[in-house]
């Protein structure tokens, strides 16, 4: 009896689980008071830009908001028209966003709002309910639904599972959406009425009427998007030589809008028929804060997953893609925590669904916006317009509200030679981005991207089952890593001390293998790069290198007048040296190698990853720095290759583009082939 007692107890008493239970029952205590200061903290970034805010920045924040608001009348006063819903709603939607983006967003470039994706998913579900609601009430349930499950997606650290809609998958939804919101104006454009449902049917109805298309509508319609192409055409020839040109080309939207509305109201104001159709806006301040129906509520919450997906990919996509130009970087999970309670909030005031919009973001950046505080001053110019202004806004033709919808979501059509590019790469993710354009347009946008994203996943299970060993008969030693190769099965030999705690690994010291010099990092993938991983394998690979070495941009080292408002990224990186007892090092990153030994397949989104993990290198430790490959399999070098990606043998001939793939990690650390470690390398002043 003793002796199974004495068993047990020494079972119990080596158990893994349990001594991790019980390690962290005793230091959770201790580490409280802290991580709760620092979840507040990371919930409201205004604590930490704030006391850092310079006075100097107070007119381009000043400019950038007073622009932005004035670009959100036109865009919400279109994209409520895709949503279906009354027109003034959209302005409704605006102000809130801006607002909240002052005290719990991470960027300051982004510019939430109304979007034109968002419309038409909006419009989708207001059409099967409109005859029990009213279309306001259930764009606000849906907003409110958006709002909890962003939120919920935030607090429960569940952003990973938005990995599953592809970079293809998303491309072919994005392509679909922006031309059946384009066919569907067409009809305000030629003053046509009674147009059947459907994008193709739409188009073939407009050709088939043609000699019955409205005169003086078709005047301002196509006369709203012959200024608009021009100014927009003066924009992209001149608007680098002067601040002004590219301000008016930016402002263009608004530009016609005060235009056409001008000629309509001097045209109409007469007439007790009017000439062409008028929006006839019509707002009253601020709506009085009215909760959503709970009935409507129960019937939107499996419906609004489809906003939540466009909401939330689009948001994040832009947020990541300025942070980047822009040198700082945005807190992920809070972004979805700011998507959630702007939502949940906008949801009391009739409103659409909102999220971030890359059109508004790239004039934001091009205003040189310096931080979110410019929300502040958008906010408060759309709640001065829903009081002062907006009676001008009654006579808006709805022709030129059409032309300016038109003319937004031409560019969201993702150019041919992408989907070429998704042919080239692979066949799995052409089909998927065709899935998901096909049926978005056929049948819904909801069941489109839902469709792609199971093809998606249904490729790489079957991808999965039907992997095959690689046999040999001899004994290889392999010596890009040390390990030893027995019959196609893996023994390692060499212990490592990675960086990161998954298992993409980050390697400084390679004990008993190859000595790693202290400008080269290793990067060692521990297995395929595709759409589920791409996006995780970049991010800890890039913060694991800036743990170790000093930034070339770091605002510590700026003029007063160049400093960065955002320390998160920072103090983040700050804290994990601290936890982890990294120490960084005194020289500038010079080589980064790419260990490809253990990566057997890549996709288009893996390929896209790994180009922005170049690029953001470069950006963030400097544009010297060489990128080497190493242990690349055939199949994946080929895919880089039909994806566009110079690469040469280190052996061959040199391209001075191309990056260069070793036959050895251990050439690929030390070869000194035009490799000088402060080459274009701008060091920081101690």
Same mark, same amino acid.
């Given at each position: 009896?003793?002796? $199974?007692?004495?068993?047990?107890?020494?079972?119990?008493?080596?158990?893994?689980? /349990?001594?991790?239970?019980?390690?962290?029952?005793? @230091?959770?205590?201790?580490? !409280?008071?802290?991580?709760?200061?620092? %979840?507040?903290?990371?919930?409201?970034?205004?604590?930490?830009?704030?006391? *850092?805010?310079?006075?100097?920045?107070?007119?381009?924040?000043?400019?950038?908001?007073?622009?932005?608001?004035?670009?959100?009348?036109?865009?919400?006063?279109?994209?409520?028209?895709?949503?279906?819903?009354?027109?003034?709603?959209?302005?409704?939607?605006?102000?809130?966003?801006?607002?909240?983006?002052?005290?719990?967003?991470?960027?300051?470039?982004?510019?939430?709002?109304?979007?034109?994706? =968002?419309?038409?998913?909006?419009?989708?579900?207001?059409?099967?309910?409109?005859?029990?609601?009213?279309?306001?009430?259930?764009?606000?349930?849906?907003?409110?639904?958006?709002?909890?499950?962003?939120?919920?997606?935030?607090?429960?650290?569940?952003?990973?599972? /938005?990995?599953?809609?592809?970079?293809?998958?998303?491309?072919?939804?994005?392509?679909?959406?922006?031309?059946?919101?384009?066919?569907?104006?067409?009809?305000?454009?030629?003053?046509?009425?009674?147009?059947?449902?459907?994008?193709?049917?739409?188009?073939?109805?407009?050709?088939?009427? /043609?000699?019955?298309?409205?005169?003086?509508?078709?005047?301002?319609?196509?006369?709203?998007?012959?200024? =608009?192409?021009?100014? &927009?055409?003066?924009?992209?020839?001149?608007?680098?030589? $002067? +601040?002004?040109?590219?301000?008016?080309?930016?402002?263009?939207?608004?530009?016609?809008?005060?235009?056409?509305?001008?000629?309509?109201?001097?045209?109409?104001?007469? *007439?007790?028929?009017?000439?062409?159709?008028?929006?006839?806006?019509?707002? $009253?301040?601020?709506?009085?804060?009215?909760?959503?129906?709970?009935? =409507?509520?129960?019937?939107?919450?499996?419906?609004?997953?489809?906003? =939540?997906?466009?909401?939330?990919? &689009?948001?994040?996509?832009?947020?990541?893609?300025?942070?980047?130009?822009?040198?700082?970087?945005?807190?992920?999970?809070?972004?979805?925590?700011?998507?959630?309670? @702007?939502?949940?909030?906008?949801?009391?005031?009739?409103?659409?669904?909102?999220?971030?919009?890359?059109?508004?973001?790239?004039?934001?950046?091009?205003?040189?916006?310096?931080?979110?505080?410019?929300?502040?001053? @958008?906010?408060?110019?759309?709640?001065?317009?829903?009081?002062?202004?907006?009676?001008?806004? %009654?006579?808006?033709?709805?022709?030129?509200?059409?032309?300016?919808?038109?003319?937004?979501?031409? $560019?969201?059509?993702?150019?041919?030679?992408?989907?070429?590019?998704?042919?080239?790469?692979? !066949?799995?993710?052409?089909?998927?981005?065709?899935?998901?354009?096909?049926?978005?347009?056929?049948?819904?946008?909801? #069941?489109? #991207?839902?469709?792609?994203?199971?093809?998606?996943?249904?490729?790489?299970?079957?991808?999965?089952? +039907?992997?095959?060993?690689?046999?040999?008969?001899?004994?290889?030693?392999?010596?890009?890593?040390?390990?030893?190769?027995?019959?196609?099965?893996?023994?390692?030999?060499?212990?490592?001390?990675?960086?990161?705690?998954?298992?993409?690994?980050?390697?400084?010291?390679?004990?008993?293998?190859?000595?790693?010099?202290?400008?080269?990092?290793?990067?060692?993938?521990?297995?395929?790069?595709?759409?589920?991983?791409?996006?995780?394998?970049?991010?800890?690979?890039? &913060?694991?290198?800036?743990?170790?070495?000093?930034?070339?941009?770091?605002?510590?080292?700026?003029?007063?007048?160049?400093?960065?408002?955002?320390?998160?990224?920072?103090?983040? !990186?700050?804290?994990?040296?601290? &936890?982890?007892?990294?120490?960084?090092?005194?020289?500038?990153?010079?080589?980064?190698?790419?260990?490809?030994?253990?990566?057997?397949?890549?996709?288009?989104?893996?390929? @896209?990853?790994?180009?922005? /993990?170049?690029?953001?290198?470069?950006?963030?430790?400097?544009?010297?720095?060489?990128?080497?490959?190493?242990?690349?399999?055939?199949?994946?070098?080929?895919?880089?290759?039909?994806?566009?990606?110079?690469?040469?043998?280190?052996?061959?001939?040199?391209?001075?583009?191309?990056?260069?793939? %070793?036959?050895?990690?251990?050439?690929?650390?030390?070869?000194?082939?035009?490799?000088?470690?402060?080459?274009?390398?701008?060091?920081?002043?101690?």
């Amino acid at each position: 009896m003793e002796k $199974h007692v004495n068993i047990i107890t020494e079972e119990l008493r080596t158990d893994v689980t /349990l001594n991790r239970v019980a390690k962290f029952a005793r @230091t959770t205590p201790r580490k !409280l008071p802290s991580a709760a200061k620092q %979840y507040l903290l990371d919930k409201f970034p205004i604590i930490q830009w704030l006391p *850092r805010y310079s006075p100097s920045w107070l007119l381009q924040d000043f400019m950038a908001g007073l622009t932005i608001g004035v670009l959100l009348i036109p865009q919400g006063l279109a994209y409520a028209k895709i949503a279906t819903i009354p027109i003034e709603n959209g302005l409704y939607s605006c102000w809130v966003p801006a607002a909240v983006m002052v005290f719990m967003g991470t960027s300051k470039d982004l510019s939430t709002g109304p979007t034109s994706i =968002l419309g038409l998913l909006t419009a989708e579900i207001v059409r099967d309910l409109k005859s029990e609601y009213l279309p306001a009430d259930i764009s606000s349930a849906v907003a409110l639904m958006v709002g909890i499950w962003s939120l919920l997606i935030g607090l429960l650290g569940l952003g990973f599972l /938005l990995d599953y809609v592809s970079i293809p998958v998303l491309t072919g939804f994005i392509s679909a959406t922006a031309f059946v919101i384009g066919m569907g104006q067409v009809k305000s454009l030629v003053g046509l009425d009674d147009v059947p449902d459907g994008a193709f049917n739409q188009l073939a109805n407009v050709l088939r009427r /043609l000699p019955y298309w409205d005169g003086p509508t078709c005047g301002i319609g196509f006369g709203t998007v012959l200024v =608009l192409l021009i100014l &927009e055409k003066l924009g992209k020839k001149w608007g680098y030589k $002067h +601040f002004v040109i590219k301000y008016i080309s930016s402002s263009r939207a608004i530009i016609v809008m005060v235009i056409f509305t001008l000629i309509s109201y001097l045209v109409n104001k007469d *007439r007790d028929e009017y000439l062409w159709g008028i929006s006839k806006v019509s707002t $009253h301040g601020i709506q009085t804060p009215k909760a959503p129906d709970a009935v =409507l509520i129960s019937k939107v919450i499996a419906r609004s997953i489809a906003p =939540l997906v466009a909401c939330t990919l &689009e948001h994040q996509a832009v947020g990541k893609a300025f942070a980047r130009r822009n040198h700082y970087t945005i807190d992920q999970t809070q972004e979805f925590n700011y998507l959630g309670v @702007t939502n949940i909030v906008n949801s009391f005031f009739g409103v659409m669904p909102v999220g971030g919009a890359i059109s508004r973001t790239a004039v934001n950046s091009e205003c040189h916006v310096r931080s979110p505080l410019n929300g502040s001053i @958008t906010a408060g110019f759309i709640i001065l317009t829903l009081y002062v202004f907006s009676p001008a806004l %009654y006579w808006l033709p709805s022709a030129t509200l059409a032309a300016i919808i038109i003319m937004a979501v031409i $560019h969201l059509f993702g150019p041919l030679s992408l989907i070429w590019r998704y042919w080239r790469i692979s !066949l799995a993710d052409f089909i998927a981005c065709m899935v998901s354009f096909w049926i978005t347009i056929f049948v819904s946008a909801e #069941i489109g #991207i839902g469709a792609a994203a199971g093809w998606s996943v249904a490729w790489t299970l079957l991808r999965s089952a +039907f992997v095959t060993p690689q046999v040999s008969a001899t004994q290889t030693l392999d010596s890009d890593d040390g390990n030893n190769v027995i019959n196609g099965i893996e023994e390692e030999t060499t212990p490592q001390q990675p960086l990161t705690r998954g298992p993409t690994q980050i390697l400084t010291e390679n004990v008993g293998g190859p000595a790693i010099p202290d400008d080269t990092v290793v990067v060692r993938f521990a297995d395929s790069l595709f759409f589920p991983n791409a996006n995780r394998n970049k991010v800890s690979a890039l &913060e694991a290198i800036q743990l170790v070495y000093p930034s070339v941009q770091s605002p510590r080292y700026g003029a007063e007048a160049e400093r960065s408002w955002s320390v998160a990224g920072e103090r983040r !990186l700050e804290r994990l040296r601290a &936890e982890r007892g990294v120490v960084m090092r005194q020289m500038p990153l010079a080589v980064v190698v790419w260990d490809f030994g253990t990566v057997p397949f890549v996709d288009a989104t893996g390929v @896209t990853a790994l180009a922005e /993990l170049k690029d953001d290198v470069r950006r963030q430790l400097g544009f010297a720095v060489q990128i080497r490959f190493v242990g690349m399999a055939p199949a994946v070098r080929l895919r880089f290759r039909r994806a566009g990606w110079k690469l040469a043998d280190a052996d061959g001939l040199l391209d001075s583009d191309a990056d260069l793939v %070793y036959p050895s990690l251990e050439r690929a650390i030390w070869d000194e082939r035009d490799r000088d470690s402060l080459k274009g390398i701008t060091t920081e002043k101690a």
